[in-house]
């Protein structure tokens, strides 16, 4: 067994590509466990050192064993960049570019070059990748709470140490999407593994206290279970969504849902109730949406610029807490146009070939969240739009490529048959 085993790490590490490819894919769950916690300190410092090494590690994969593309995931992020750029001109704010889009832009550009070099199989391995990162945070995540996690404290809101809770509880929920997706798609004892992981993951999302995730979270489920089966098995799969949503109803009469209980009674009061209690969060970001909507109408084309909005909403010192209108008030149309299409084009794409639910419901579930909060500067999302862009299959597709060989650059348009970079 041992003897096959080394034989088997011989192969793996027996070319210089080889190994940097491995290195490459085994800081990416590293990569995914620090970004998730990378709003606070020492935790973002650790995130800055992984996406440099990951980004230099790549940028040497390419320029030494293949070539760079650009095509249009490239066009539509530089695009989104450029829309930025050219607010913080108008708004004279240069110097306060925002450096986060940057990088952010430049390691998904990057790590699209890795992607597109990989086969669909190895695709999938990088989401399996992305779950054990959340898998390492869940872990620390119950080790840091212990006794809340261990007595199921649901109304305290946990995991302010480590990122706004509402933007933790995203990035637990996308996992549980992920996780939800294998426990379909593969076979054997692996199965038990994504059930115990996505269990692992609803109940700490439960956690954080976020009600929006939650239902964002119910509605997407009961999509995806509908999306990924057919025929007479769209009965019994409509059969399991009507029994989930009892339970869901049943569970919060106990008294550990008591707070996402009040929570939903008194979000239905402020909408359809003229008495009881109402959502005081809820009709705050219904108020800071609104102001942000005025802001947008003043400058439609190119916005107040980032980080803007907050001077000047309510004063307050506050975001919209809604990416529509967050994207429409700092970069105007242009810089939502470009964004939305940055997350639209590859959902479109996937839905419709199939085995592309990864790349489909990841971004669907961060399309459908920005009506409740910010997602265009945060961190995974620099992760899950290139891959779900990777997937898309070219049968022949024209792009441009730069390439490095005999100490001469060489810049070229070409036609490629999937995938891109066989030849």
Known sequence: MFKKLTIKMKAKFSSLETTLKSIIFALIPLMTFFLIMSDRKPY????FILYGIETLLILFFIIKYHKFVFDVFSL?????????????????????????????SIFGINFYQFLITLNEEEKHNVYKL???GGIFFAIYFIIYYFDDVIHLRFNERLGRDFSDQNDLAKN??????????????????????????????????????SISNLLVLIVLSAALLFYMTKGKQRIFVTIAIFAMFLLFIVSLQLPFMSYFRTRLINMYNLVFSESGKIDHSFLERTHLAMYGLRLFISKPIFGYGYNQVQFYTMGKDAFSHNNFIELLAS??????????????YPIIKNWKKQKKELAVFSLLYIFVFQIFLIVFRKKIEYFLIPLAFSLIDYPIYKCYTLSFKNKKIYFSKKNYSEPLLSE
């Open 172 to 209: 637990l929920a996308i996992f549980v999407i992920l996780s939800e997706i294998f426990i379909i798609k593969v076979k054997g004892k692996n199965k038990i593994i994504y059930i115990i992981s996505t269990f692992l993951f609803l109940v700490l999302m439960l956690l954080t206290g």
């Open 331 to 344: 970069f105007g149309i242009l810089g939502f146009a470009a964004f939305e299409i940055l997350l639209l």
């Open 44 to 47: 973002n410092s650790l995130a």
């Open 76 to 104: 539509l992020l530089g695009f989104f960049v450029l829309t930025v750029l050219i607010s913080q001109l108008t708004n004279f704010t240069l110097i306060d570019f925002p450096r986060t889009i940057l990088l952010l």
């Open 130 to 132: 992305i779950i054990l």
